[in-house]
T-cell receptor
Framework: QQQVKQSPQSLIVQKGGISIINCAYE??????FPWYQQFPGKGPALLIA?????SEKKEGRFTISFNKSAKQFSLHIMDSQPGDSATYFC?????????????FGRGTQLTVWP | DGGITQSPKYLFRKEGQNVTLSCEQN?????MYWYRQDPGQGLRLIYY???????QKGDIAEGYSVSREKKESFPLTVTSAQKNPTAFYLC???????????FGPGTRLTVL
């Protein structure tokens, strides 16, 4: 069973536009929600992360919006650039005996056209 | 430079052979993880280890084995029992008190 559901699977955005990727989860015990960015042939790298006691976090052009009651969170990329073209993964962290383990969404392949 | 190294970058294996993927980190992290990545499947956890000499199965451990004899090393063996081993394998590590998992560059395994 997929613990974190991510959509869309692929996204095409024009340069300067806004890219929005959505994720949903069921387990209310999750306590940390990171987004990772991955370029082809490389390992993922942390982009931005949020805890459930905060509704929004912004770092430069990247913003996470978090809705605890709806158990949803999303990544917004403002002024999208061709260099943002990559695969993005949302994730959620377990707790207790699985402390530190991340449950990943299936990924969104973002293409930004110049 | 601190970081995670995986070797080799590309690996080819014949069916029926076992193969070991290397993962080394010099970040002094306690926890280490192995993931498998297939197109459209995201990252699926194979095994993880929170301390030396201890490890737990992830979601898709069948056909894989690991060891954690040293803090800095967490090798993954893909055995002949793994029915579909062709994939991109990623190793990650995390500091005990930290949130972020740091990923290595990956090993692409192809079974011929």
């Amino acid at each position: 069973q997929q613990q974190v559901k991510q959509s869309p699977q692929s996204l095409i955005v024009q340069k300067g536009g806004i890219s929005i990727i959505n994720c949903a989860y069921e387990n209310t015990a999750f306590d940390y929600f990171p987004w990772y960015q991955q370029f082809p042939g490389k390992g993922p790298a942390l982009l931005i992360a949020i805890r459930p006691d905060v509704s929004e976090k912004k770092e430069g052009r990247f913003t996470i919006s978090f809705n605890k009651s709806a158990k949803q969170f999303s990544l917004h990329i403002m002024d999208s650039q061709p260099g943002d073209s990559a695969t993005y993964f949302c994730a959620a962290r377990g707790e207790g005996s699985t402390l530190g383990r991340l449950y990943f969404g299936r990924g969104t392949q973002l293409t930004v056209w110049p | 430079d601190g970081g995670i190294t995986q070797s080799p970058k590309y690996l080819f294996r014949k069916e029926g052979q076992n193969v070991t993927l290397s993962c080394e980190q010099n970040l002094n992290h306690d926890a280490m993880y192995w993931y498998r990545q297939d197109p459209g499947q995201g990252l699926r956890l194979i095994y993880y280890s929170q301390i030396v000499n201890d490890f737990q199965k992830g979601d898709i451990a069948e056909g894989y084995s690991v060891s954690r004899e040293k803090k800095e090393s967490f090798p993954l063996t893909v055995t002949s029992a793994q029915k579909n081993p062709t994939a991109f394998y990623l190793c990650a590590s995390r500091d005990r008190g930290g949130n972020e998992q740091f990923f290595g560059p990956g090993t692409r395994l192809t079974v011929l």
